[in-house]
């Protein structure tokens, strides 16, 4: 949509996110952005950028970062001075983490003290405001007048989507939004002021990671986040095939398909003991990788069940002595004092500072160049080993699933796993959110980067990045399957609201175990370390007595709900049911299934 002259600082805003490709501002409306709200649904239309309301600034602010994880495009959310950037904090701590640019713009003031409402507009008031969010945030501003406005708006665009990518946060005064464009202004050239192209790495660095490669026995390439950046799987494919490397992903939802021989995702430690180099890339928590939970330590007192390996603070390296170390990727870049998100210090023989795609491709050039006869012989012999791998992970996940998981009561995340896929295999389907323990991975066939979107984990902010990723997925007739944990939706029930109000289709799936389990772990462990009954276990953790109805929550929406689902022999044709619902009137289905733990 094109947009008229621009009459208002606000309109100015509004002109510009529309010329940067914003198409919706989630927001939950406030006094001190009263400006940029109506400059949104008066002069732009409510088309251009068209306003997503939410209940919830998490609510918002996940939203905007499912969009961008769909589309790769950032979009903008409006917070309400101090009290909205406190509710928005937590979202945007996730996104500064999983790095999902978005513009977040609050309003604060006025900062003329002497035309403030008595006691709202004082309290609604800082000095400066960003400082809530500064330390995890790229960058932020607070700009005077209508050229800094504009200058800010535009620089944050470019810093939110310079890798590494993030948000941003800007301040606007509530009389500056409000205020008259001086005669005369004259507009930006927008597409003058994109962001610049990522770093491709040292050459050198390059030449010496390919010598690795080509004189390694048993490389593996350890990938996290390819998915998301334009031609990622694809470099990641042509290296990995070209040399016959083993691929583990760590972390994100999608590098390469899980039915490529070369995917051996579920064997990492396997294959990881034999390595003798190890080529991370985009790899956020290369310890994380690399590492494994040190087996459970001294006596377990009688009437206590063992405590999970990943409940331990202790971990053990899981790769020889020796092994060489080749890490690619941008994270130094955003590494910050404050958070310790930068994870431990891991030695490298070899660090290349660039973007992964890039140097992948690079690497395939320089290897394709250098092909002997001894190489091919190794090549060979890798590929065959590793697809013996791949294809001994595949038998042992349907024998488990029959053997094992299929009848068991309550509901094993494999079988729901299995009863999705076998609902949605047909369908053009997309995983917009969430995890079943791992077993989508392992049972549903992923061969598509835009077929998983946003893994799980977190709380508060699950339902928001599915509808994000729903979001940007309206209208093109594709199936968005979400797997929604219960004590997630617990935090932002109202997000329900939002999907039903904005007709946003999707068949979400409770993995609802009644619990916020992880906790339950870490009691196990303590209560095991200081040698104490289990009793009390679940006081503080247990989300039954009651036991929420979700369905029920769902229908007080107006949307369609079904659940608890508790016999296994009824999860596929209550699925069914919501499928027709969310194919039929493009409306958001909740299927409530009551699971195990994990």
Request: glycine share 10%; proline share 7%.
């Amino acid at each position: 949509m094109s947009l008229g002259k621009p009459e208002y600082v606000s309109d100015l805003v509004v002109y510009l996110l529309n010329r940067l490709g914003v198409e919706y501002v989630t927001l939950n409306p406030g006094a001190t952005t009263r400006g940029m709200h109506e400059s949104l649904v008066t002069y732009g239309g409510n088309v251009g950028p068209e306003v997503i309301t939410c209940s919830h600034e998490e609510v918002a602010v996940a939203m905007a970062e499912g969009y961008y994880l769909a589309t790769g495009r950032p979009q903008a959310t409006l917070v309400h001075n101090i009290v909205g950037l406190q509710h928005a904090s937590k979202a945007i701590y996730e996104a500064w983490l999983n790095n999902a640019p978005m513009i977040i713009i609050g309003g604060t003031g006025p900062l003329d003290s002497t035309h403030r409402r008595p006691w709202i507009d004082w309290i609604h008031t800082a000095q400066v405001q960003a400082q809530i969010v500064r330390d995890y945030v790229k960058w932020d501003d607070q700009p005077q007048g209508p050229l800094s406005v504009a200058e800010s708006i535009l620089r944050a665009y470019q810093i939110a989507m310079t890798e590494p990518r993030g948000p941003v946060y800007l301040c606007l005064d509530v009389e500056l939004q409000e205020s008259r464009l001086p005669d005369g202004f004259a507009m930006p050239d927008v597409g003058r002021y994109g962001p610049p192209a990522p770093p491709s790495g040292n050459p050198e660095a390059i030449a010496d990671a390919a010598k690795a490669l080509r004189e390694a026995r048993w490389p593996v390439l350890l990938v996290e986040g390819l998915g998301r950046a334009p031609g990622g799987p694809e470099a990641l494919q042509s290296l990995s095939e070209l040399l016959g490397i083993p691929v583990i992903e760590q972390g994100s939802p999608f590098n390469l398909s899980n039915l490529h021989p070369l995917n051996v995702s579920g064997a990492s430690a396997e294959v990881l003991k034999d390595a003798d180099l190890v080529m991370t890339v985009g790899v956020k928590d290369i310890e994380a990788a690399l590492t494994r939970p040190e087996p459970e330590a001294g006596i377990v007192p009688a009437g206590l069940p063992r405590v999970p390996a990943g409940y331990s603070r202790r971990h053990q390296s899981v790769i020889r002595e020796g092994t060489k170390l080749v890490r690619i990727g941008l994270q130094e870049y955003g590494i910050r004092s404050w958070t310790s998100s930068h994870g431990r210090l891991v030695p490298a023989d070899i660090a290349i500072l660039g973007s992964g795609p890039q140097v992948l491709r690079e690497l395939t050039r320089l290897c394709q160049s250098a092909m002997d006869g001894d190489l091919q012989r190794r090549i060979a012999e890798r590929a065959a080993r590793t697809w013996e791998i791949h294809t001994a992970i595949a038998t042992r996940v349907q024998k488990d699933l029959k053997e094992h998981w299929w009848a068991q009561k309550p509901i094993s995340t494999a079988r729901l796993a299995a009863e999705i896929w076998e609902t949605i295999r047909g369908q053009d389907w997309v995983l917009v959110h969430g995890s079943l323990s791992g077993w989508e991975r392992r049972l549903w066939e992923m061969r598509d980067g835009y077929r998983c979107i946003a893994g799980g984990g977190g709380t508060g902010t699950g339902m928001g990045v599915a509808m994000g990723v729903a979001l940007a997925f309206r209208g093109t007739g594709k199936v968005c399957v979400s797997i929604q944990n219960d004590g997630d939706l617990l935090y932002t029930p109202g997000s329900l609201w939002t999907a039903a109000h904005h007709h946003i289709p999707m068949l979400t799936v409770m993995f609802n175990n009644r619990s916020y389990y992880q906790d339950v772990g870490h009691q196990l462990a303590v209560t095991k370390m200081r040698q104490r009954s289990l009793a009390n276990v679940g006081v503080g953790v247990s989300l039954e007595g009651p036991a929420t109805d979700f369905a029920t929550l769902a229908k007080s929406f107006g949307i369609y709900g079904e659940g608890p689902i508790l016999d296994p022999e009824e999860i596929r044709p209550a699925l069914e049911r919501g499928l027709k619902v969310v194919k039929e009137n493009g409306t958001l289905a909740l299927i409530d299934t009551v699971t195990q733990p994990r």
